[in-house]
C-alpha cells in the first residue's frame, strides 16, 4: 500500500519499516479502517496466542490465548494495530476478567461493532486456569439479543 493509500485509510501503522512495541497498556495504538461491505453481517475473528499481562497483586507473568470476534458496522480494525495493541498489555497488572472487558470495551469505541465477543483461555497458575468470556450487542438491534442468547449459551467447557 502506498502512501496516499495510508492516509486515505487512515492506516499509519502497516507497512512501517520499524514498528515501536508499546511496553505499557495503551489504546491509542488501535486504528480502524472503512468497512466495504457494511450491508452484510460477517464475522472478522482474531486468534492471538502469546497475549501476556501480569497479575496486579504478586507481578508474575500470565500468559493465554485471546479469541476477538466481531461483527463489523462501518469500521474494521487494522490487525497490525490490534497486535501492537494486545502487546502492551505485556506490562499491564490487571485480573484476566478485566483485561477481557477492556479490549472488548476499546475495540466497541473504536468500531462501534454490531456485536463482539472476547475470550480469554488463560494458561492455569496455582493449578487453575481461568476463560473469561465477554460479549456486546448493539442496543436496539436483533444483535442485543443475539449477545445475550450466546452467552446465556456460552459454552463452558471447550
Same mark, same amino acid.
Given at each position: 500500500?502506498?502512501?496516499?493509500?495510508?492516509?486515505?485509510?487512515?492506516?499509519?501503522?502497516?507497512?512501517?519499516?520499524?514498528?515501536?512495541?508499546?511496553?505499557?497498556?495503551?489504546?491509542?495504538?488501535?486504528?480502524?479502517?472503512?468497512?466495504?461491505?457494511?450491508?452484510?453481517?460477517?464475522?472478522?475473528?482474531?486468534?492471538?496466542?502469546?497475549?501476556?499481562?501480569?497479575?496486579?497483586?504478586? #507481578?508474575?507473568? $500470565?500468559?493465554?490465548?485471546?479469541? =476477538? !470476534?466481531?461483527?463489523?458496522?462501518?469500521?474494521?480494525?487494522?490487525? *497490525?494495530?490490534?497486535?501492537?495493541?494486545?502487546?502492551?498489555?505485556?506490562?499491564?497488572?490487571?485480573?484476566?476478567?478485566?483485561?477481557?472487558?477492556?479490549?472488548?470495551?476499546?475495540?466497541?469505541?473504536?468500531?462501534?461493532?454490531?456485536?463482539?465477543?472476547?475470550?480469554?483461555?488463560?494458561?492455569?497458575?496455582?493449578?487453575?486456569?481461568?476463560?473469561?468470556?465477554?460479549?456486546? #450487542?448493539?442496543? $436496539?438491534?436483533?444483535?442485543?439479543? =443475539? !449477545?445475550?442468547?450466546?452467552?446465556?449459551?456460552?459454552?463452558?467447557? *471447550?
Amino acid at each position: 500500500m502506498n502512501k496516499e493509500n495510508q492516509k486515505i485509510a487512515g492506516i499509519t501503522l502497516l507497512g512501517q519499516k520499524e514498528t515501536k512495541y508499546e511496553l505499557d497498556y495503551n489504546p491509542d495504538v488501535l486504528e480502524a479502517f472503512d468497512n466495504k461491505h457494511p450491508e452484510y453481517d460477517y464475522f472478522v475473528k482474531f486468534n492471538c496466542p502469546e497475549f501476556t499481562c501480569i497479575c496486579p497483586i504478586t #507481578g508474575q507473568p $500470565d500468559f493465554a490465548t485471546i479469541t =476477538i !470476534a466481531y461483527v463489523p458496522n462501518k469500521k474494521l480494525v487494522e490487525s *497490525k494495530s490490534l497486535k501492537l495493541y494486545l502487546f502492551s498489555f505485556r506490562n499491564h497488572g490487571d485480573f484476566h476478567e478485566n483485561c477481557v472487558n477492556v479490549i472488548m470495551k476499546d475495540l466497541i469505541k473504536l468500531l462501534d461493532p454490531k456485536y463482539i465477543e472476547v475470550q480469554g483461555k488463560f494458561t492455569p497458575r496455582g493449578g487453575i486456569s481461568i476463560h473469561p468470556y465477554c460479549n456486546h #450487542g448493539k442496543a $436496539d438491534t436483533r444483535w442485543e439479543e =443475539i !449477545a445475550l442468547n450466546r452467552l446465556a449459551n456460552h459454552e463452558l467447557y *471447550k
